[in-house]
């Protein structure tokens, strides 16, 4: 009744007004993407830990208590963390102003390679499609802004504080809305956040143990910044379908450059086999069909949320896409969920 208007307007202007709403809606969440990435960040975290903090609850440890206690550890782990890649800096950058440099000379047998072929170019010519340089200085960009992340995520963890707090009044009006009368909405909305727990804590998981691998393995063959690279993979393996292949690139020009062509592909191969049975052995194995987002769902989505929110977002799409799908397909009741594509 409330929207008969909108349904007498021809279907052009429908479709217009639809797109300039949507239009503004992105441009006010891209606006507060500083706020809305904290949020977010929070209340996946709350999501994820409120099991362990109602574990401890049930054996009577009050649960601010238990927060608080949980909390300061993952605090604590973040401040060691960040402390050891402040220490990392200085290298990184004396690293990203010899890069250039150092991969012109290695790139020498290459443009000899091409000289046989037929194919003159230069290390310099070369250089113009891989700049090690810059992708160097994003990593040591990155890590001079450490300070304000520190800020940025107490911030966070002030929020995760007072939604562990009140999780329980939260899971309590969700299963009252449940029993009312938009039933079919909030069970969805129920089974996304369940399908999104276990999807967070594999992914973690399997961060976590790519990270310790890679950190490993460079250091067992000698690279620089061993520890930071592991650092990375385990940020970046959140990132979906190119993560680890993101993560791949500065060892490998730090292979190059330290040692030979050989070398650089077996750290190549190495990436590959791993992201190979991180992303298709375990992560499947272990959460099962859950998720059902097509490949090139998960790019798009990747492509979409970072645009909006930044790697925040990045991280963060394959969760806020699921959502959004099984909210929409509550939605719309009629439709086949089996005939969408994410299916």
Known sequence: MGLSWFTLWPPLARVLFILACLTIILTGLYLAAPLINQVLLAMLLAIMLDPLITRLENKRIPRIVSSLLVIMLMLLIMVVTILKLTVLTPDLMQLSRQAPVLLAARLEQLTLAFARLDIGMTPDQLLTFVDAGAIVRIVTAFLTQIPGVISWWIM??????????????????LQQRVSGKNQAFYLALQEGIESVIVYARVKTLTSILGGIIVGLGAHLIGLKFAFFWGVLMFIFNYVPVLGSFLAAIPPVIQSYIMFDLQ?????????????????????????????????????????????????????????????????????????????????
Request: with cysteine.
């Open 156 to 173: 966070v963890f002030l929020m995760l504080l007072f939604m562990l707090y009140e999780m329980p009044l939260l899971k309590a009006a």
């Open 263 to 343: 070398v650089a592909l077996a750290v190549s191969g190495f990436f590959m086999v791993l992201n190979l049975c991180l992303s298709s052995v375990i992560e499947p194995l272990l959460i099962g069909k859950r998720l059902n987002l097509a490949l090139t769902t998960q790019l798009l989505a990747f492509l979409f949320w970072q645009a909006l929110l930044g790697i925040t977002g990045g991280i963060l799409a394959i969760p806020l896409t699921y959502l959004i799908k099984k909210v929409l397909l509550a939605s719309n009741p009629q439709q086949d969920p089996e005939s969408e594509l994410t299916q």
